[in-house]
């Protein structure tokens, strides 16, 4: 993360000539200092992609300002667009059950400042991991998920996600399937990390389903939730190789070191405003 305090713009509309000229001068015009961009034209669906890094310091003017003068230019281009500020940290939600790897690693990332966000509380469905995460000062809410209840228990898991002030639920491996309507309720804010290289092995069991095939790589995914299982548009992934001689117990346990890995990048990139949603797909700017 940058020391200097940034606004950072992301943006995406229909792709013409003379798109980074105009955004490029209405900040020059303002004095402002560009610190980092990146682009994608998506020759496809005909749209452009952008993210800019502008140092706040180089304005006159808060943030506030810099949205209303940016809204004319952005109605211009015909921009679905934000403008978020380094200086307001990210307010992380985390769900967990009871795999505890994913979980331990982002307490550890975020307890050591690698993760620049508040996370306000955690939620489960078990009570396991109570005493680690009030250990770390963080408020801990049990909301039971059974069959008969499963639609309560969602309700409550936004109710108390709005308490929290929440920007982004992580499911930190999270085993419980999140109804429509909680999906719907809040898209492109709900990631989810999968113990597989999606879109093979989707569901439960990915690694054992993974042995059963022989396949020589398995992986890692961290996507967004949407109401279809498994099949949000994809943040980041990774793989590690395997073969014949690995059991499902060491795929288990390699699996769980990717995991960590991809989640906390995922998840670093969607925190740093890298992620913007292309369709069912991603432009990443790493």
């Given at each position: ?12 509309c229909p792709d013409r000539v003379g798109i980074v000229a105009r955004v490029a001068g209405f900040i020059a015009g303002h004095g402002g200092w560009i ?74 990332r975020w307890q050591s400042k690698e993760l620049d966000v508040e996370i306000p509380c955690v939620i489960s469905n078990h009570e396991t991991f109570r ?156």
């Amino acid at each position: 993360m940058h020391a200097q305090r940034r606004y950072t713009l992301t943006a995406s509309c229909p792709d013409r000539v003379g798109i980074v000229a105009r955004v490029a001068g209405f900040i020059a015009g303002h004095g402002g200092w560009i610190l980092e961009t990146g682009h994608h034209a998506d020759g496809e669906a005909q749209r452009y992609f952008m993210r800019i890094e502008i140092k706040a310091a180089s304005l006159t003017f808060d943030l506030a300002e810099l949205r209303r003068r940016f809204a004319p230019v952005a109605g211009e281009l015909g921009m679905e667009w934000r403008i978020a500020d380094s200086a307001v940290k990210k307010r992380i939600v985390v769900l967990v059950s009871q795999q505890e790897h994913c979980l331990y690693d982002l307490l550890a990332r975020w307890q050591s400042k690698e993760l620049d966000v508040e996370i306000p509380c955690v939620i489960s469905n078990h009570e396991t991991f109570r005493g680690l995460v009030e250990w770390h000062g963080i408020p801990f809410r049990h909301v039971p998920v059974t069959a008969e209840k499963r639609r309560e228990a969602s309700a409550e898991i936004a109710r108390l996600f709005e308490e929290a002030g929440g920007d982004i639920m992580v499911l930190a491996r999270y085993m419980q399937i999140l109804p429509p309507e909680l999906c719907e309720k809040y898209p492109g804010r709900i990631i989810n990390i999968h113990h597989s290289f999606l879109p093979s092995f989707v569901g439960a069991r990915p690694y054992h389903q993974a042995h059963q095939r022989g396949v020589k790589l398995i992986g890692a995914t961290c996507h967004y939730v949407t109401a279809e299982l498994d099949a949000g548009p994809i943040i980041e992934q990774d793989t590690v190789r395997i073969d014949h001689a690995d059991t499902v117990d060491d795929l288990v346990r390699y699996g769980k070191d990717i995991e960590k890995a991809v989640l906390a990048r995922g998840l670093r990139y969607h925190v740093e405003d890298r992620v913007l949603l292309n369709g069912n797909r991603t432009v990443v700017f790493r």
